[in-house]
């Protein structure tokens, strides 16, 4: 009993190699394999959407999305297997994101009927978010995302200035321009605010009088100061995170933690050195 329990121990240690790992060779083209599965699926998703090609080849694709729907169930229940921590796989942003890609055909097969059918199409084109399965091979990605992640106070603090200014800018076109020139409400005059504090310019609504058109110039001018705000804030943590996490090398790349998905560890570390969790 002892050895049949050490030989699924060992196996299950060598199936997380396999798929949690990066530094073997069949971890490797693991990973390389799943990627281009991924991408293929991506494909075929967008492709699907086609008027004309799921007319010609609408059998084929259906059966190309059985396909990756199974060997991506068989992917998500060996993660979960081969996890240290089952449960906080589930539940974190990749574990979410690989149930996420698989859901929606079950769904659509499961409620078939017609007063489902609308929900169902735009279900099936969650599967898109596949694509987001490629973070984890991408070290940089998980760089950016914790860059975000760092700033999210000072991002939340300039949308809320960014917000105030276009209520300011809408109020005051509103009352400038009024129902005569297209300004109908606040709220219409916020989305041409957000229009072109944003400098996108549809030019549906446009002022007509003088002072209208100077409160316009300097929201136009506000916009393009604005613009260059959020930048340095990522900009800032990003650099801010290279230099926690250290240089990335060769032998650090590999190591990815799978609680925090910190990608940067000492070539000997058994530990992640940001959450602790065995890497």
Avoid at 44 to 70: C, K, P, Q
Avoid at 74 to 100: V, W
Avoid at 170 to 199: C, D, H, K, Q
Wanted: proline residues 4%; charged residues 15%; glycine residues 8%.
């Amino acid at each position: 009993m002892t050895t049949e329990n050490a030989s699924g121990h060992g196996f299950k240690e060598a199936l997380y190699e396999v798929i949690f790992g990066y530094e073997s060779r069949a971890g490797r083209i693991f990973d390389l394999g799943l990627i281009i599965m991924i991408m293929v699926s991506v494909i075929a998703v967008v492709l699907d959407s086609v008027g004309a090609f799921h007319l010609r080849h609408g059998e084929l694709l259906s059966s190309l999305e059985w396909f990756f729907t199974i060997a991506f169930t068989i992917e998500y229940i060996l993660r979960i297997y081969s996890s240290p921590h089952p449960r906080g796989y589930i539940f974190s942003f990749y574990g979410l994101i690989d149930l996420l890609s698989i859901l929606p055909t079950y769904i659509a097969f499961l409620f078939p009927q017609s007063v489902y059918l609308i929900v169902v199409r735009v279900l099936r084109v969650l599967r898109i978010f596949r694509i987001l399965k490629l973070f984890r091979y991408i070290g940089e990605a998980n760089v950016l995302f914790q860059a975000l992640v760092n700033a999210r106070r000072k991002i939340f603090v300039f949308l809320f200035c960014v917000l105030t200014l276009i209520v300011i800018f809408g109020t005051l076109m509103f009352v400038v321009e009024g129902p005569a020139n297209g300004f109908t409400s606040i709220p219409r005059s916020m989305y041409w605010a957000i229009v072109t504090v944003t400098t996108v310019g549809y030019g549906d609504i446009s002022p007509h009088t003088a002072l209208g058109q100077l409160i316009a110039g300097l929201a136009m001018i506000c916009g393009y100061a604005i613009i260059a705000v959020p930048t340095g804030i990522v900009g800032v943590e990003i650099m801010n995170e290279f230099q926690r996490q250290g240089p990335i090398t060769a032998e650090t790349v590999h190591k990815v933690c799978n609680n925090c998905n910190l990608s940067q560890h000492d070539p000997d570390a058994s530990y992640c050195k940001r959450c602790g969790t065995i890497i």
